[in-house]
Nanobody
Framework: QVQLVESGGGLVQPGGSLILSCAASGSIFPINPMGWYRQAPGKQRELVATIISGTGTNYADSVKGRFTISRDNAKNTVYLQMNSLKPEDTAVYYC?????????WGQGTQVTVSS
């Protein structure tokens, strides 16, 4: 099994920055993808970014150039650096790890971008 615990959300003004962290417990290897999704009120959950060590990263078009995903394999932790935040980035952000033929999710962390 895999357990994911996110942290780092909060309230930030437009143009500001936040960094999210997701610590994973369980058997996770660098080749296993780790990623971030988000869900805004009334909308479907959407992909934000994913990372596979040795392969690369993938970003939603809406966050390219503003968000950076990274991971520390020694700590089984994935990060999401979010810069130039916009009100439309407001959502609950979820960490995701596909493993053992299913998706594991964290509890989510709220990010609110507002003046």
């Amino acid at each position: 099994q895999v357990q994911l615990v996110e942290s780092g959300g909060g309230l930030v003004q437009p143009g500001g920055s936040l960094i999210l962290s997701c610590a994973a417990s369980g058997s996770i290897f660098p080749i296993n993808p780790m990623g971030w999704y988000r869900q805004a009120p009334g909308k479907q959950r959407e992909l934000v970014a994913t990372i596979i060590s040795g392969t690369g990263t993938n970003y939603a078009d809406s966050v390219k150039g503003r968000f950076t995903i990274s991971r520390d394999n020694a700590k089984n932790t994935v990060y999401l650096q979010m810069n130039s935040l916009k009100p439309e980035d407001t959502a609950v952000y979820y960490c995701n790890v596909p493993r053992y033929g299913r998706n594991f999710w964290g509890q989510g962390t709220q990010v609110t971008v507002s003046s």
